[in-house]
Nanobody, 114 residues
Framework: QVQLAESGGGLVQAGGSLRLSCAAS????????MGWYRQAPGQREVVARI??????EYADSAKGPFPISRDAGLNTVHLHMDGLTSEDPAVYYC?????????WGQGTQVTVSS
């Protein structure tokens, strides 16, 4: 059974940085895509994705993307969040797909203080 375990969330001051990590229970190359979504009160939205070939896709944001990267040796993907603002607090979820199957982590909370 696929498991995705997020870490790295927490409380940070506005303008600060966090690096979120998602550790998969199997090789990240088994997944068609891996990525990050976030959910504040309201709809869950995509933040960044990376496909098995390494192509990245980011949410359309005037602020610029949070880069996504992967470490195949650790079966992990990261989300590098710099310049956090009051628009970024949410629960951030790791997401992965294998064909039509979707897998989610339990989520990690990101809070930004002013």
């Amino acid at each position: 059974q696929v498991q995705l375990a997020e870490s790295g969330g927490g409380l940070v001051q506005a303008g600060g940085s966090l690096r979120l990590s998602c550790a998969a229970s199997e090789s990240i190359f088994n997944f068609n895509t891996m990525g990050w979504y976030r959910q504040a009160p309201g709809q869950r939205e995509v933040v960044a994705r990376i496909n098995v070939g390494g192509r990245t896709e980011y949410a359309d944001s005037a602020k610029g993307p949070f880069p996504i990267s992967r470490d195949a040796g650790l079966n992990t993907v990261h989300l590098h969040m710099d310049g956090l603002t009051s628009e970024d607090p949410a629960v951030y979820y790791c997401h992965a797909t294998i064909l039509s199957r979707h897998f989610w982590g339990q989520g990690t909370q990101v809070t930004v203080s002013s």
